[in-house]
């Protein structure tokens, strides 16, 4: 196989940066070692805030593509049809000490070219945010903080991207490269190799492994765990605004935040870790996360009742502190994309045209497609904020949009259907795709309905169906094959 | 788009609301309908392929699938109208309900009386936050019945079952009996929650039971690989090195039932937190008026008979209604839980005629005196937490009521 620039790596940074090339004339392969988009690491398991920028040390990239990413946020959702809400943010101080660290933030966001921070005091506070702990003292205001789906956003990237000819293979894993008289040859993979004059490296947590393929060993990546839990829809009048505490020196602290779907979630905690794969809950991680979500919202700790689900997601922490896009001498052609620890999600846009500056810059003709498609057209959701008139269109159309599968989130079988031909091929694919599994019960009713529509839509046995692909599978065995057994033991 | 206007709604097509719809229909209403999600009629009783229903109601030992086809067939033989796979999505305060299915499309129908009859859905995973990771393999007990005795899977071969309530012991030896290894049942609780006769589905199979211990950490990155239980201490706490990793496949929860109420949240409904389920008085009558409520929509239940015996006194009442023939309650007398009374229901009597309260205790105790306002005590020989308590007023002991009180407490002495 043959391409012009090879990404390795489905997160929300190589997605990004594929619809990003695709706007030009040139051969663009993505791979993804795991079985769909957004499956591997930090893509599907983050706060998914669209910071302000006033986080990052004014001069590093990360603070500069933040607030960059941040302004293409608008843009981009629109016309890929992702949710995004702009709700603003909060940082909460507790004292005077604190309130003062505000102003530095301030004064730092100022500095990255962020506009419209603001300080807020007293009752213009608890107008903004009436269950705030009432001993808040102030509050530093950023309206352009927003929230969005950061694996609904990386899916509809990479749907965007092979709309306009990118080629995507997922479960395929860069195992090596190959480097002939100090460029870049072609990258080998489980499934042969691809030949390729440049290669991005947006391998997230493992992008020091793969840039050891490539020679280069200047950085280390570190897991830095962040467990959540999220909140029944009931409670999402509780919180309007992303709520902060005062950042710690590793994180921007315990948020407590409304999501774009109209949950609450609290998290993340932040401790290194030392096994990448490790993205277990822990007691401890939770008690945590309780503590500083009541610490902020303090009626929480009477609705750990209102709890439906926990999770944790590993950020990719380089060891130089700053996000390392940059490309080398030798090997001419290594691109890495590396160390996109958090704001990751928000710079992800920014990142991508500054991919194609290098690119450029390395010598790639980039020439615009007359016929490149901006619009993403979403999967129709009748039944979210219920239309009346919408569901009835869509039912007209399609039978199967009047079947609901999902009974807490009311995802009809159309939905599913649909999120099939787009590539879903596994529960969280689909759960991905249209929240079907994601409402208060977490699938214990629509788990078996899906798991059927799946094997009828992709010609396999129902035991066959996964959760996420590898060997997660789901229905084990026919009832009373222990008893008789039969030939598939 | 389909509208329409009915005498009586029924939401939810199990025990509670075949039993409504029949009392109703009986009552002479005209124009009953019931809307069920399921492909079928009969709520979570199809499933439940078990003997131990209609002891009471029937005097007979019956299967879940038999129990509910006597009703069933009652349905048909009164040409009671019911639509399967139909989900109802909202229910307005001025009881309008919007419901959709495949055939019909969308519904708009409008109900001089609502019954709602809901049932109740199963706590998950997240619910309790158990750490770990997050792979395959883990069910609630309903969806692995449903799985096993009517979509023909079996989910997994090494079963451990979290909750030693009914569900959870009757999935034990369910899993058993299909030649699974069941590793054994994990229960918080320094007791069984079970009711007396379900412990028999442990010792038959000689499947392990851990008091007092909970599942602390789940293993395993695609499938389920072990789950870690650890011993708990009087306050809940996990007790370090008295811990456990249990190898299995597949984790079954039966942590808990909860009232299926966002139809009713979003409908206005007041609800009671210590049941989950909407306020009701004598008549299973919600806060809104028109609007009934029976089964495990009110509050779980562990005996389909009472939850027939609800359904039927919210059908009557929901037709008296329609006909014009359910006045006011005379008072409004609220009923308080105190000390280990967990809930009561209904929550609101008016003293005049002879019920009967169902109740739940938060601890177990044994002779015991439940007092109902001041003067009527009723004496109770064992009261556990997983059996309602039946408190009978008859027309005798409501004498003893002070009618000027609107407020009552329900409270136990030892
Ligand atoms: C707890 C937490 C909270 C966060 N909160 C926010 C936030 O609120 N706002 C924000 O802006 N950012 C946030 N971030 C950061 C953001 O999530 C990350 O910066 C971003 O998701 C990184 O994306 P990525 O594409 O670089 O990496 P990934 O999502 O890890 O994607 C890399 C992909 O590469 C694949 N891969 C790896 N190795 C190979 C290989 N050899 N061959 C093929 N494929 C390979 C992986 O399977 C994976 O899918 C947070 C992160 C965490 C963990
Ligand atoms: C495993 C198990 C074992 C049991 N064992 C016994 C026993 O041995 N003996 C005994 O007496 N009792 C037993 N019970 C208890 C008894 O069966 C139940 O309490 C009773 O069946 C509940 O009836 P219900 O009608 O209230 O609820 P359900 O049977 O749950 O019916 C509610 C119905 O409402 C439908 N519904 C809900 N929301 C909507 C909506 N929005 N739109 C349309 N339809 C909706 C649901 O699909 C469901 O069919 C057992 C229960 C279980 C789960």
Redesign the interface.
């Known amino acids: 196989m043959k391409t012009t620039v090879l990404i390795i790596g489905g997160g929300i940074a190589g997605t990004a940066i594929a619809r990003e090339l695709s706007k030009y004339d040139v051969d663009v392969t993505l791979v993804e070692k795991e079985k769909d988009i957004a499956f591997g690491g930090p893509t599907k398991a983050n706060t998914a805030i669209i910071h302000a920028g006033y986080d990052d040390k004014p001069g590093t990239t990360a603070a500069k593509l933040c607030r960059r990413g941040n302004a293409k946020w608008g843009r981009l959702s629109s016309e890929l049809s992702i949710p995004f809400r702009r709700i603003g943010s909060l940082v909460i101080a507790f004292n005077d000490d604190e309130i003062s660290v505000l102003y530095e933030l301030m004064k730092r966001g100022e500095a990255n070219g962020v506009q419209d921070l603001r300080i807020i005091m007293g009752r213009e506070l608890f107008e903004m945010e009436p269950n705030l702990n009432r001993k808040a003292a102030a509050g530093l205001y950023a309206p352009s903080a927003g929230v969005t789906s950061p694996y609904e956003a990386a899916i509809a990237l990479a749907e965007n991207a092979r709309m306009n000819g990118v080629s995507f293979l997922l479960e395929t894993e860069a195992t090596g490269i190959i480097i002939k008289n100090g460029k870049v040859k072609a990258v080998q993979t489980n499934r042969g190799t691809i030949h390729t004059r440049y290669i991005i490296n947006a391998a997230g947590l493992f992008a020091d492994e793969v840039s050891a393929m490539a020679g280069i060993e200047e950085f280390k990546i570190t897991p830095r765990k962040g467990e959540y839990v999220i909140y029944d829809k009931n409670l999402r009048s509780l919180v309007n605004h992303i709520l902060f505490p005062i950042p710690s020196p590793i994180s921007k602290g315990i948020t407590v935040t409304p999501t774009v779907d109209g949950n609450l979630i609290a998290g993340p905690t932040a401790h290194d870790i030392e096994d990448k794969r490790d993205a277990s809950t822990t007691f401890e991680g939770i008690e945590e996360v309780l503590r500083g979500a009541c610490k902020l919202v303090p009626c929480l700790s009477a609705r750990r009742d209102a709890i439906i689900s926990s999770f944790s997601g590993l950020r990719p922490q380089p060891s130089t502190g700053d996000f390392i896009i940059k490309s080398y001498e030798e090997p001419y052609g290594f691109i890495n994309v590396s160390g996109i620890k958090s704001p990751g999600l928000t710079s992800a846009p920014a990142i991508a045209e500054m991919v194609v500056e290098i690119l450029r810059a390395e010598g790639l003709r980039l020439e615009m497609k007359s016929d490149f498609k901006p619009y993403r057209r979403p999967i129709e959701h009748p039944f979210r904020d219920f239309n009346p008139a919408k569901a009835e269109a869509l039912i007209d159309q399609d039978r199967s949009y009047g079947h609901v599968v999902c009974r807490c989130e009311h995802v009809s079988e159309g939905e599913i259907l649909e999120a099939i031909r787009r590539g879903a091929t596994t529960l969280d694919g689909v759960k991905y795709r249209t929240r079907a599994g994601m409402g208060r019960c977490q699938g214990g009713f629509c788990t078996p309905h899906i798991i059927k529509i799946l094997a009828r839509e992709l010609g396999i046995p129902v035991e066959d169906v996964t959760k996420k692909g590898g060997d997660s599978k789901v229905l084990l065995y026919r009832a009373k094959h222990l008893l008789i057994g039969d030939e598939k033991e | 788009?389909i509208k329409r206007k009915l005498d009586i709604i029924v939401i939810g097509g199990g025990a509670a609301g075949l039993a409504a719809a029949i009392a109703a229909k009986e009552s002479g209403v005209n124009s009953v309908l019931v809307l069920e999600?399921n492909p079928e009629l009969g709520g979570i009783l199809p499933q439940c392929i078990h003997t131990g229903f209609g002891l009471h109601y029937f005097k007979e030992n019956l299967t879940g699938p038999e129990y509910i086809s006597r009703f069933i067939s009652r349905v048909h033989d009164l040409e009671i109208e019911y639509k399967v796979?139909t989900?109802v999505?909202?229910l307005s305060p001025r009881r309008e309900v919007?419901a959709?299915?495949?055939?019909?499309?969308?519904l708009?129908l409008k109900a001089d009386a609502i019954v709602l009859a809901m049932g109740c859905?199963?706590r998950?995973?997240?619910?309790l936050?158990i750490?770990?990771?997050?792979?395959?393999?883990i069910?609630?007990a309903?969806?692995a019945q449903?799985?096993?005795d009517i979509?023909?899977?079996?989910?997994?071969?090494k079963v451990l079952i979290l909750g030693s309530g009914d569900v959870g012991l009757i999935m034990a030896r369910r899993f058993a009996m299909?030649?699974?290894e069941v590793m054994g049942v994990v229960e918080v609780a320094p007791y069984p929650g079970g009711l007396d006769r379900n412990l028999q589905c442990l010792r038959d199979f000689g499947i392990p039971l851990y008091l007092r211990h909970a599942a602390?950490?789940?293993h395993g990155?695609?499938?389920v690989e072990a789950v870690t239980i650890s011993r708990l201490d009087e306050s809940g706490k996990?007790i370090a090195g008295e811990e456990k990793t249990i190898e299995c496949?597949?984790l079954i929860l039966s942590v808990g039932l909860i009232p299926e109420n966002?139809l009713s949240?979003g409908a206005g409904i007041q609800l009671d937190p210590n049941t989950g389920g909407p306020v009701v008085d004598e008549n299973m009558e919600t806060s809104i008026e028109g609007v009934f409520a029976c089964g495990n929509v009110v509050h779980v239940h562990d005996l389909v008979d009472h939850v027939t015996q609800s359904g039927e006194v919210a059908g009557k009442n929901a037709a008296k209604k329609v006909l014009g023939e359910l006045p006011p309650l005379e008072r409004r007398i609220h009923l308080r839980p105190e000390g280990n009374i967990r809930y009561v229901v209904p929550q609101i009597i008016s003293g005049e005629r002879p019920l009967t309260l169902f109740s739940r205790v938060k601890k177990p105790a044994s002779n015991a005196k439940i007092i109902v306002g001041e003067k009527i005590s009723i004496h109770k020989r064992i009261v556990k937490p997983p059996e309602l308590v039946t408190i009978k007023l008859t027309s005798e002991l409501l004498k003893k009521l002070n009618p000027e009180k609107k407020e009552l407490t329900v409270t136990m002495e030892e």
């Open positions: 788009m999600r796979e989900m999505l909202e919007w959709v299915n495949q055939h019909d499309g969308l708009n859905r199963e998950s995973r997240g619910a936050c750490p770990g990771t997050r792979p395959a393999g069910f609630t309903g969806t449903r799985l096993m979509e023909g899977f079996l989910p997994g071969r299909e030649g699974a602390t950490f789940i990155s695609d499938r996990p496949d597949t966002e949240k």
